[in-house]
């Protein structure tokens, strides 16, 4: 996917994939999963907390082997991003309020939990 790193271990590797024409970018994770299903891509980087949604169930990951070869580092630092034409900075405050109290409740971690394993949500967490 264009504009999004995936972690300083694996980005030298993606370069030199690109120079050797061995890339094939998708505009979003269910279609580049969908391709990789099909055989039309052998490996997949991404994210656990982008793959996860969907791949399905471990029956439906029968033929697929997940690998993380740059263990415990974060993978992926992500951010929010508020427009300014329709955020104020006060606004934008709020959301920074609103992200940290569901932080210290919980909340977050129950969101991620929903979707990836206990020690992938844990390392989601800002």
Same mark, same amino acid.
């Given at each position: +996917?264009? $504009? ?7 980005? !030298?590797?993606? =370069?030199?994939?690109?120079? #050797? *024409?061995? &890339?094939? #970018? ?9 391709? /990789? ?11 656990? $907390? ?23 580092? &974060?993978?992926?630092? $992500? ?5 300014? =034409? ?9 959301? *920074?309020?609103? &992200?940290?109290? +569901?932080?210290?409740? $919980? ?14 949500? /844990?390392? +989601?967490? !800002?």
């Amino acid at each position: +996917m264009r $504009g999004y790193v995936h972690s300083s271990f694996y980005e !030298p590797y993606i =370069a030199k994939w690109k120079l #050797e *024409g061995r &890339i094939v #970018e998708y505009v979003d994770e269910s279609l580049l999963i969908g391709a /990789m299903r099909r055989g039309e891509v052998a490996a997949v980087v991404s994210s656990a $907390g982008a793959y996860r949604l969907d791949l399905g169930t471990d029956a439906d990951m029968k033929d697929i082997r997940i690998v993380d070869w740059d263990t415990g580092h &974060i993978q992926v630092v $992500g951010n929010l991003m508020l427009s300014k =034409a329709s955020f104020d900075e006060a606004q934008a405050k709020q959301w *920074g309020q609103l &992200i940290a109290d +569901m932080r210290r409740d $919980g909340t977050l971690l129950r969101i991620f939990r929903k979707y990836v394993k206990p020690d992938e949500a /844990m390392s +989601m967490l !800002p």
